[in-house]
């Protein structure tokens, strides 16, 4: 777990964003060309975007996803050969895709597994793109910069207090919300774009309902509240079934006939078989309520209710039941420094230029679980009234240190969140820590005797394996598969 960036997140998106120029009127067909200032500025955002969400994957699907984008970019007008257009795809498992001026366009695993085709994948790219082409990000400029993580100590923890740069933590920071009427302009320039490059139009609808259904089964595993607080295309880019209908209908203004076009689905499944699934392991892995780290050989969890967002900066845990807000970093710290030492030093370095006007109580001192920790609080004014800011660390080794960070209103009690969460941190056993294996897709053909039910049970989970597999496969409730199809599952090692 490395300590956490000191980049301005927040405020490096924001000039990326105003580099963006007026929307006025925009032709399609005539989108001009991706600016040098508007490439510069993207390339500076873009070491803090890979940063956020653990770095660009490389592995399986990585060169599809890179020929994909390219192609959709040309056809969109933006570039002549793709080149003026940087297509990523994230090391993360949200299910996430976006753009920022300057033609930088992400996807991440957690999307593509969920996909059946290069022509979903094209369809999303398409509609990034088309954002861009739009300069809809002009228009998100107006709106508030960063996700709700910790807007209760906005206005309050400035300069270089990390708590004020946490707001990108989500990575809501680089995918606001748009309106209704810019997800339709760019569902249409996706559309576009992909049946340009001769790609199936048709598929934008289904990938699109593919993601709504990810979408419902979240809710479902975590509860409504807990999976409102997951990052997801679904909110940035708001699902409805107007909205799909919508798609099909422009699929068919193109005068293509379903199927006419290139879906290259086998092409994909080969592209994608072993690609990783869910926490990359130099991240640490989150299960639910627990987050568990093989070679810092630590875990850790927190209460029912709380998202886990794991991210290469720290790990961070919001709720929707609950004003309290959780972040847990660290990493070395200096031979003979006291964890007392430690924890001023952490909660002082949060607050920033806060830090002369906070309240401070005494630091106290225990041990948990075999190892020294030390507890302080800090009490500032924010607009919405007092917050607290309690720092919780533990010297991990001689070399070592980890801390929790718990914010919450003043007025409201977070004893038995903090206490419950600082009780469960603990060192793993060797064994333990090797136990602890990645996931990853497997393309597998469907045999003469295979049935959804058999398949669903050599999916690596230990609940909900028949959900899993039908909406990974776009199956739907009561559908079969048909010996030799290709589906995909989720297998460890």
Not at 127 to 147: F, K, P, T, W, Y
Request: charged share 15%.
């Amino acid at each position: 777990m490395p300590t956490l960036s000191k980049a301005a997140l927040a405020t490096s998106v924001a000039a990326s964003l105003a580099t963006a120029g007026c929307m006025g009127s925009f032709d399609p067909n005539n989108p001009g060309q991706v600016t040098a200032s508007e490439r510069q500025s993207g390339a500076e955002a873009h070491p803090q975007i890979l940063a956020e969400f653990g770095g660009a994957y490389t592995g399986p699907g990585s060169q599809m996803v890179d020929r994909v984008g390219k192609e959709v970019a040309v056809e969109s007008g933006l570039s002549q050969t793709g080149s003026d257009c940087t297509v990523t795809f994230l090391n993360s498992s949200v299910v996430n895709a976006f753009a920022i001026p300057g033609c930088y366009v992400y996807v991440t695993r957690g999307l593509v597994a969920l996909m059946e085709n290069e022509a979903q994948l094209a369809s999303v790219l398409g509609h990034e793109i088309g954002h861009v082409a739009a300069d809809h990000g002009q228009r998100r400029q107006n709106a508030a910069l960063g996700s709700s993580l910790l807007s209760v100590l906005a206005g309050v923890l400035t300069g270089s207090g990390q708590v004020a740069q946490l707001a990108g933590q989500l990575g809501q920071v680089w995918t606001l919300k748009y309106s209704r009427d810019q997800e339709y302009q760019s569902d249409d320039l996706g559309i576009l774009y992909m049946r340009r490059a001769g790609y199936d139009p048709y598929e934008s609808a289904d990938v699109l309902e593919a993601l709504g259904d990810q979408a419902a089964l979240e809710a479902q595993i975590r509860g409504r509240d807990e999976a409102a607080q997951i990052p997801a295309w679904a909110r940035t880019h708001p699902l409805s079934a107007d909205r799909v209908q919508r798609a099909t209908a422009q699929a068919r203004e193109t005068g293509v006939q379903p199927g006419q076009l290139a879906q290259n689905e086998s092409r994909f499944y080969s592209a994608i078989d072993g690609m990783l699934y869910g926490d990359a392991p130099e991240q640490g892995f989150v299960d639910k309520h627990q987050f568990a780290h093989p070679t810092l050989r630590l875990a850790f969890r927190v209460p029912d209710g709380f998202y886990l967002n794991n991210s290469s900066s720290a790990v961070t845990a919001t709720s929707g039941n609950s004003p309290v807000q959780i972040q847990f970093s660290g990493g070395s710290k200096q031979a003979g420094e006291s964890i007392a030492s430690v924890t001023q030093q952490a909660l002082r370095g949060l607050l920033g230029n806060s830090a002369q006007q906070a309240q401070y109580s005494q630091v106290e001192t225990t041990t948990i679980n075999g190892m020294p920790a030390a507890q302080q609080q800090a009490r500032v004014a924010s607009n919405q009234g007092q917050v607290d800011l309690t720092v919780i660390a533990y010297e991990y080794d001689a070399d070592s240190a980890y801390y929790f960070a718990f914010i919450s209103p003043a007025n409201v009690s977070a004893a038995n969140v903090i206490s419950t969460t600082a009780q469960s941190f603990r060192k793993l056993s060797a064994s333990e820590a090797a136990q602890l294996e990645p996931k990853h897709l497997e393309v597998v053909t469907v045999g003469s005797g295979d049935t959804v039910a058999s398949l669903s049970r050599r999916m690596a989970f230990d609940d909900y394996q028949e959900a899993r597999f039908r909406v990974l496969n776009d199956l739907e409730d009561g559908g079969e598969v048909s010996a030799g199809d290709r589906v995909k599952i989720v297998v460890e090692g």
